[in-house]
């Protein structure tokens, strides 16, 4: 069962797709946005606020910083109670092409997309178990459902992400804890800003809108468009001579 007088926690609390989430849940509620240079958020907070959130609060926090997740965590129940909906937000896109070359780039883009997701999900888990309660959403990306040759660092770290939370949504089964898994397609934004909207592309606003509606309907995931889930059940019996040369 949800707690709703928990907290709403967005870990990436800059992200766009993030801060929507955070708009559309926020009527009421206690709302805290965790995420670097914590201070800087006031444009974040300020909308969320604006959307009728009780209170809106910022905590610093770094995903790639691992040893402090678990004290991060126990900082945000301590000041602000329960977590009822734990949003996890943030990711890099990288560039493929430096990280082709680059090792120190291409595990980078792991650390953060991949690593730092599973360390912040275990204590997150860890804390929901214990309270009996809470809502987990997790942004993966159709880039993992099969990787490609154009995104393949980005692609493989996201289909990490997708195995790892499907796993531990089966895991949690019966636990009076939930977790939604996100599969959004290309999302017009700041991080893939300069580059061209590929087919059946999203907006923040769109992906966010299917999250939180999947959320209110207790659903385990979605993918944004819908359409893309029979698109991508089709590429994956593409033969791989002509996948290796999709563009992206």
Known sequence: MSNEQGSIVVFGGRSEIGAAVAVRL?????????????GDLEPQR??????????????????????THEQVLADIRALYGPIDVAVLAFG??????????????????????????????????????????????VFSSVAGVRVRRANYVYGS??????????????????SGVSLLLVRPGFVIGRMTEGMSP????????????????ALHRGRGEVWVPAVLRPVFFGMRLLPRPIWRRLPR
């Open 92 to 137: 890099i896109l990288g560039d493929q092409r430096r990280a082709e070359h680059d090792a120190a780039h291409a595990v980078a883009i792991v650390h953060t997309d991949y690593v730092a997701h599973v360390a912040l999900l275990t204590h997150l888990a860890a804390q929901l178990r214990a309270q009996g309660s809470g809502r987990i959403v």
């Open 157 to 174: 770290a996201k289909a990490g992400l997708d195995g790892f939370a499907a796993g531990l949504a089966d895991a949690l089964h019966g």
């Open 198 to 213: 590929a087919p059946l592309s999203s907006t923040p606003d769109r992906v966010a809108d299917a999250a939180v509606r």
């Open 46 to 67: 300020r909308a969320v606020l604006d959307a009728g959130a009780a209170a809106v609060h910022t905590v610093e926090f770094d995903a790639d910083r691992l040893d």
């Open 26 to 38: 926020a009527r009421g509620r206690t709302v805290v946005l965790a995420a670097r240079r914590a």
